[in-house]
T-cell receptor, first 115, second 113 residues
């Protein structure tokens, strides 16, 4: 059973470009979470999605950031018009449905560098 | 060796010694806690969890202690090995909620051979 997969592992963008980060959850998992980690800091929650639904986006910046988890295919975190401050590691986690106590399994992350 | 709260970001211990990593969590309503290990360039890896109806839980070489009165969590690693070198994060969440995890700042554990 493959773990959570993220691609690309490293992404370099120039200011103003768009960044698309992909996450494929573990098999059988229908809950996806995105977190951002700045250097030397802990992970900060961004958004929680289930298939075709955004459940909690309280950690998402109001502008330029969006996320989706379509019925088919991976979850996508999209950052439009990137700025240097968006440089960070972005981690995706997944969990199975139906759990009350929510153990989340993390992917290896995408390291975004904005030039 | 022991870290104190979140203000001592690095803990250095001798191989074979026991390590204690501390964490102060923020929300008194949180009822589920997880310790993660993060090695350089990798994602967080689950170590051990504990629910708020417990004070202590043991795994293989690791023990988590929960003190709800002072909102304090600790991770004890017995016979620390070089492979334990990593950053350790505690995370809290509220069960039945959206499930989002709130992470602490992290403690870097360095194991000296």
């Amino acid at each position: 059973n493959a773990g959570v997969m993220q691609n690309p592992r490293h992404l370099v963008r120039r200011r103003g470009q768009e960044a698309r980060l992909r996450c494929s959850p573990m098999k059988g998992h229908s809950h996806v979470y995105w977190y951002r980690q700045l250097p030397e800091e802990g992970l900060k929650f961004m958004v929680y999605l289930q298939k075709e639904n955004i459940i909690d986006e309280s950690g998402m910046p109001k502008e330029r950031f969006s996320a989706e988890f379509p019925k088919e295919g991976p979850s996508i975190l999209r950052i439009q018009q990137v700025v240097r401050g968006d440089s960070a590691a972005y981690f995706c986690a997944s969990s199975p449905p139906g759990l009350v106590y929510n153990e989340q399994f993390f992917g290896p992350g995408t390291r975004l560098t904005v030039l | 060796g022991e870290s104190v709260g979140l203000h001592l970001p690095t803990l250095s211990v001798q191989e074979g010694d026991n390590s204690i990593i501390n964490c102060a969590y923020s929300n008194s309503a949180s009822d589920y806690f997880i310790w993660y290990k993060q090695e350089s360039g990798k994602g967080p890896q689950f170590i051990i969890d504990i629910r708020s109806n417990m004070d202590k839980r043991q795994g293989q070489r690791v023990t988590v202690l929960l003190n709800k009165t002072v909102k304090h969590l600790s991770l004890q690693i017995a016979a620390t090995q070089p492979g334990d070198s990593a950053v350790y994060f505690c995370a809290e969440t509220l069960s039945g909620n959206t499930g989002k995890l709130i992470f602490g700042q992290g403690t870097t554990l360095q194991v000296k051979p």
